[in-house]
């Protein structure tokens, strides 16, 4: 199971300026190109166990609650500006990179 800082270095090497990551799917990133996807599907418990190594607990808990937790990641030099929320299957994790510019640079909308 890779970690989430894993995934979003992934997603910086191929340029992505954006990516998403649901439980039982293939972590999704755009770049410039069009969205591609990344690496092996990520199970419920896998999301959550890479998600409870960069959230605190208290974090965790709003998680394991139901509620939308926004946090930030520092991976290579790039600031990734990430939502987690419950979804009808698991967790979606959502999330932008300080590289996609200012007016990108916004917290992901929950959907």
């Known amino acids: 199971m890779p970690s989430l800082p894993q995934v979003l270095h992934e997603a910086s090497l ?4 954006e990516v998403t990551l649901e439980s039982d799917q293939h972590p999704m990133v ?12 990520l199970s419920e418990s896998e999301l959550f166990d ?3 190594l960069v959230l605190g607990p208290d974090q965790q808990a ?6 939308v937790v926004s946090f930030g990641v520092d991976v ?7 939502l987690a929320e419950p979804a009808p299957e698991g967790i979606v994790v959502r999330g932008r990179s ?3 510019g200012s ?6 909308t929950p959907s």
């Open 30 to 41: 755009r770049t410039d190109a069009g969205s591609v996807t990344v690496g092996d599907p």
């Open 14 to 17: 191929r340029g992505a300026t």
């Open 103 to 108: 007016a990108e640079t916004e917290t992901p």
């Open 62 to 67: 709003e998680l394991a609650l139901g509620n």
């Open 76 to 82: 290579g030099g790039d600031h990734w500006t990430l």
């Open 98 to 100: 300080s590289a996609a």
């Open 50 to 52: 890479a998600l409870s």
